[in-house]
């Protein structure tokens, strides 16, 4: 079983950063995907950024240039970095591990931006 608790979240102006931090625990193994996603009231969850056990990226279009998905050097840990923040990023940013035997999810962390 895997258990995924995110942190970092909270409120910034518009233009402001902040830095989600994920750790893992239970069994994790190398070959995954590791992914934010976000939810914003009344919209459906969409993906944000994921980082493939190869180191691979992929981010969502109206986030490149701005966010920053990376894992730490412990194989559990994983970051979004977030610049140039923007009013409609306000969401809960859950993180999220798949692999083939299942797909996990936090309990998300709040970032709000105000303009």
């Known amino acids: 079983q895997v258990q995924l608790v995110e942190s970092g979240g909270g409120s910034v102006q518009a233009g402001g950063s902040l830095r989600l931090s994920c750790a893992a625990s239970?069994?994790?193994?190398?070959?995954?995907?590791m992914g934010w996603y976000r939810q914003a009231p009344g919209k459906q969850r969409e993906l944000v950024a994921q980082?493939?056990?190869?180191?691979?990226?992929n981010y969502l279009d109206s986030v490149k240039g701005r966010f920053t998905i990376s894992r730490g050097n412990a194989e559990n840990t994983m970051y979004l970095q977030m610049n140039s923040l923007k009013p409609e990023d306000t969401a809960v940013y859950y993180c999220?591990?798949?692999?083939?035997?299942?797909?996990?999810w936090g309990q998300g962390t709040q970032v709000t931006v105000s303009s």
């Open positions: 239970g069994s994790i193994f190398r070959s995954n995907v």
């Open positions: 980082i493939f056990s190869g180191g691979a990226t």
């Open positions: 999220n591990l798949w692999r083939p035997s299942g797909n996990y």
